[in-house]
């Protein structure tokens, strides 16, 4: 039993770890390209790789009716544009420490959404182990100096990380819904597309002839790594997570990002791990364990109870 959703669980684990590297990836390609056309690149890149599987994979899948396709294009504007958005906003006005903070938020207000739209049900423990890894990240993101958060003090870039957070919990809690009737390589594929629709005329903005012909192999490999790998694999990964255990538990794994991103710094741009990163680690990884508990223990007694009902 309680290893019955132990491939989900690596799932997640593996996309949170690529997610981490999406920052190495991105600080590589925004060395000659705009974040917009690289967020352009990188689903438009996503989308001709997903549609042609989900045709493949689902060939006999029904048709979106006008509401699914409403909601559908809901999931594209708030999981792809709009968080793209914000986030290269906040990554381009607030300070390092407040951008990545976007990462530790995100984790408790999936879950607190969940919990109200999608009446996921949650008990003491499993919430203690969200807090302690969202703990674990803030604390790596602050480099133990978790204090350094309430003297930066409120500013109007705030608003644009409030934006950021709100746009992925929703996408996140909204693509919970659309997997009712979709698999989440469809509610994925679809997302992607009409995400890709909405950034297009922004890239054509930024985008510059000068610029493409400025990039490099490395830039190019980096842009590929992000549409393949971070958007067209691990973005079914995450929604089959929501699917399969709920999105308040997938969202806890959303803390490993900066333990990856950590580990792919010291390996790609000679930065140092220290003993602030492995403290924050071990709360990351004990809150994930815990959650994951709570959840199995939730469904043993679940089993048991029906069991008692025949």
Known sequence: MLTRNMKTYILLFLTATIWGGAFVAGK????TLHPVSVAFFRFFGASLILFPLLHWKEPNRSTPSKKDWGVLALLGLTGVFLYNIFFFMATKYAPIVKSSL???VNAP??????ALFLKERLNMRSIFGMFLAVFGAVYIIT????SVLIEMGVAPIDLVLVGACLSWSTYSVI?????????PLAATTYATGFGTLFLAPFALYYTSFASIEAS?????LSVLYVAIVVSAISFVWWYNGIQKVGASTASVFINVMPISATVMGTMFFNEHLTFTHII???FVFSGILLNIYSKQEKM???????????
């Open 216 to 220: 490099e192999w490395d830039v190019w």
């Open 143 to 146: 480099n133990g100096h978790p």
């Open 109 to 114: 207000l999936i879950t607190l959404m969940s």
């Open 102 to 104: 976007v990462i530790a």
């Open 280 to 282: 924050g680690a071990a």
């Open 300 to 310: 043993v007694f679940s089993l048991i109870k029906k069991g008692a009902n025949i």
């Open 175 to 183: 693509g919970k819904i659309a997997m009712k009737k979709f698999s």
């Open 28 to 31: 590589i390609a925004t060395t």
